[in-house]
């Protein structure tokens, strides 16, 4: 199964998680791609999509996103899976990567199964469009508070899309 990261960062936090997965999983460099200079049909280049984004404003996809995510919601994804992530800051208690949450609703409806739920366990937020009750839609890290937990959960999170 070939896998292809895809991430959009505006300050290096999500690249830099993009590059831990990617070394979790084994994906080499040129299958980690920046959204802002990336054509969504690279999309049909692989089996499984991780893709990433931070949340910015008040819960919004990382700018780079909306055209990519725009082009990628077009495209016919089936027989692919999707594995979300995002970063964030849990103090934007109402709106924690909110982001991981908004990929999930554009692109739910493309054929692709989403895998790579992960334990809402050790978050603490008020709301968050990645929370699916006790599961978050997919992996989030919180780089601003703490950055000490990120290395578990990215080892914990590639574990379980390699089962
Ligand atoms: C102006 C601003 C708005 C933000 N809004 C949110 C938000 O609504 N929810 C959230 O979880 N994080 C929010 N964040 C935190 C960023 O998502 C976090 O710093 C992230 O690590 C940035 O990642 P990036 O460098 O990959 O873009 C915000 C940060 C800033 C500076």
């Known amino acids: 199964m070939k896998t292809g990261i895809f991430y959009g960062s505006a300050t290096g936090v999500t690249a830099e998680v993009a590059r831990k997965i990617g070394k979790e999983l084994g994906v080499p460099d040129a299958d980690i791609h920046d959204v802002a200079d990336t054509a969504p049909a690279r999309l049909g280049d692989y089996d499984l999509l991780v893709l990433g984004s931070s949340t910015w404003g008040n819960g919004e996809l990382e700018d780079d996103w909306y055209d990519f995510v725009a082009g990628a919601a ?34 739910k409806d493309t ?42 959960r990215v080892e914990e999170w590639c574990a379980l899309l390699k089962k």
């Open 74 to 107: 077009a495209l016919d994804l089936d027989g692919k899976k999707i594995a979300l992530f995002g970063c964030g800051d849990e103090t934007m208690s109402e709106t924690f990567c909110d982001a991981v949450g908004e990929l999930y609703d554009r692109l």
């Open 111 to 152: 054929g692709a199964t989403f895998i790579g739920e992960y334990g809402a366990d050790g978050y603490t937020f008020d709301s968050s469009r990645a929370s699916d009750g006790a599961l978050m839609r997919g992996l989030v890290i919180d780089e601003v508070n703490h950055p000490d937990l990120t290395d578990r």
